[in-house]
């Protein structure tokens, strides 16, 4: 084995084996224009020789990209799940489908925790950018729902994707149909005969939560259904709130026979409630969720869900920030990702008595 196979070789090898520049070598590396094709043989040729696989760093070397994509997540729901081991699927979907989709064009993604009720937050996203140089951020919910953050990333002109975030603003926006996923759900269950169907929403902050809520009243009305306020209570996606929820729906002289609920925690808590109550699931009470992360596959009975496209969100929020280039999208529209209405054994037909 030479010498050179021993040790590490670097992109200054490169460049002192084809005669050139290391910016030369970091432009043929990230496949810029402009190299004229005698130097880009040469390159490419000492490349092959040395065996060199390019560092992150030697990359950067020729332009302005970093080849970085940053991640913002809410960082009192993150921590809060992973210390209640209560579960983080939706965390891991969506850095799944970003990695991925990094990898596959040699960037690299950095997932950083944010809070975004901080008086600061401006300072600490600020922080990160002038660290890492992201070449763009993907946010997540409610972070992209947030004028603060929104504002501070389109005057840095940091090009952003906001994941779940369907309404208008800069960015790209990249989400499923909210509205007409409660609809399906509601629909489903009415297609079992269903007319008491309770609805518990998600936590204000979430855009999303107030879309879920029109889909529901909509499927209620298109079927001729009362969608009242005795009907909906609000919760913030905490299993804590999803029982608080399901304890009043399935109470009083006219309970529901159904519950959609606008995440996984909150069905599966509603489960629990009907469980403790000696109610059957579904025979006394069928429960829909969204999202469907593993728990509602590994609940006895298995959860009807509607399944959210998490990871392939991410992985079109990080393809569009890499097209961009660094270079904020002036006019972009919304990426609207098909969702699915998983069907288990925790909906059924309503009871002819129900």
């Given at each position: 084995?030479?010498?050179?196979?021993?040790?590490?070789?670097?992109?200054?090898?490169?460049?002192?084996?084809?005669?050139?520049?290391?910016?030369?070598?970091?432009?043929?590396?990230?496949?810029?224009?402009?190299?004229?094709?005698?130097?880009?043989?040469?390159?490419?040729?000492?490349?092959?020789?040395?065996?060199?696989?390019?560092?992150?760093?030697?990359?950067?070397?020729?332009?302005?990209?970093?080849?970085?994509?940053?991640?913002?997540?809410?960082?009192?729901?993150?921590?809060?799940?992973?210390?209640?081991?209560?579960?983080?699927?939706?965390?891991?979907?969506?850095?799944?489908?970003?990695?991925?989709?990094?990898?596959?064009?040699?960037?690299?993604?950095?997932?950083?925790?944010?809070?975004?009720?901080?008086?600061?937050?401006?300072?600490?996203?600020?922080?990160?950018?002038?660290?890492?140089?992201?070449?763009?951020?993907?946010?997540?919910?409610?972070?992209?729902?947030?004028?603060?953050?929104?504002?501070?990333?389109?005057?840095?002109?940091?090009?952003?994707?906001?994941?779940?975030?369907?309404?208008?603003?800069?960015?790209?926006?990249?989400?499923?149909?909210?509205?007409?996923?409660a609809a399906a759900a509601t629909d489903h269950l009415v297609q079992l005969g269903h007319s008491r169907i309770g609805f518990v929403t998600g936590s204000d902050e979430y855009a999303l939560s107030v879309t879920r809520l029109e889909g529901w009243r909509r499927a209620m009305a298109a079927?001729?259904?009362?969608?009242?306020?005795?009907?909906?209570?609000?919760?913030?996606?905490?299993?804590?709130?999803?029982?608080?929820?399901?304890?009043?729906?399935?109470?009083?002289?006219?309970?529901?026979?159904?519950?959609?609920?606008?995440?996984?925690?909150?069905?599966?808590?509603?489960?629990?409630?009907?469980?403790?109550?000696?109610?059957?699931?579904?025979?006394?009470?069928?429960?829909?969720?969204?999202d469907d992360t593993p728990i509602t596959r590994f609940s006895v009975p298995p959860l009807t869900a509607i399944a959210q496209p998490i990871a392939a969100m991410a992985s079109r929020a990080a393809e569009l920030l890499i097209e961009a280039r660094g270079q904020p999208a002036e006019t972009?529209?919304?990426?609207?990702?098909?969702?699915?209405?998983?069907?288990?054994?925790?909906?059924?037909?309503?009871?002819?008595?129900?």
């Amino acid at each position: 084995m030479s010498p050179m196979r021993r040790q590490t070789v670097t992109i200054k090898h490169v460049a002192a084996e084809a005669g050139v520049s290391l910016q030369t070598v970091s432009r043929v590396i990230n496949k810029e224009p402009h190299v004229r094709p005698a130097v880009l043989e040469r390159v490419e040729a000492a490349v092959a020789k040395l065996g060199y696989v390019p560092s992150l760093a030697a990359r950067r070397m020729g332009g302005s990209r970093s080849y970085l994509i940053l991640a913002l997540n809410d960082r009192d729901r993150t921590i809060e799940g992973w210390q209640s081991d209560g579960g983080t699927d939706w965390v891991d979907q969506m850095l799944l489908g970003g990695m991925l989709k990094c990898a596959e064009h040699g960037y690299r993604m950095i997932f950083e925790l944010v809070d975004t009720h901080a008086a600061h937050v401006e300072r600490e996203i600020s922080a990160a950018i002038s660290s890492l140089h992201p070449d763009g951020i993907i946010l997540t919910p409610p972070h992209g729902d947030n004028p603060v953050i929104t504002d501070l990333l389109t005057r840095l002109r940091v090009p952003f994707a906001r994941i779940g975030s369907a309404g208008e603003g800069a960015g790209f926006s990249i989400a499923m149909d909210e509205a007409a996923a409660a609809a399906a759900a509601t629909d489903h269950l009415v297609q079992l005969g269903h007319s008491r169907i309770g609805f518990v929403t998600g936590s204000d902050e979430y855009a999303l939560s107030v879309t879920r809520l029109e889909g529901w009243r909509r499927a209620m009305a298109a079927a001729g259904l009362a969608a009242g306020d005795d009907l909906v209570r609000h919760g913030d996606f905490t299993f804590r709130s999803g029982a608080a929820a399901a304890e009043t729906l399935v109470s009083g002289p006219q309970p529901v026979t159904a519950i959609v609920a606008s995440n996984d925690q909150m069905a599966l808590a509603a489960l629990h409630v009907a469980q403790d109550r000696g109610l059957a699931v579904p025979g006394d009470l069928s429960i829909i969720s969204f999202d469907d992360t593993p728990i509602t596959r590994f609940s006895v009975p298995p959860l009807t869900a509607i399944a959210q496209p998490i990871a392939a969100m991410a992985s079109r929020a990080a393809e569009l920030l890499i097209e961009a280039r660094g270079q904020p999208a002036e006019t972009a529209e919304a990426s609207v990702l098909p969702f699915r209405l998983v069907a288990r054994a925790s909906t059924g037909p309503v009871r002819a008595d129900g």
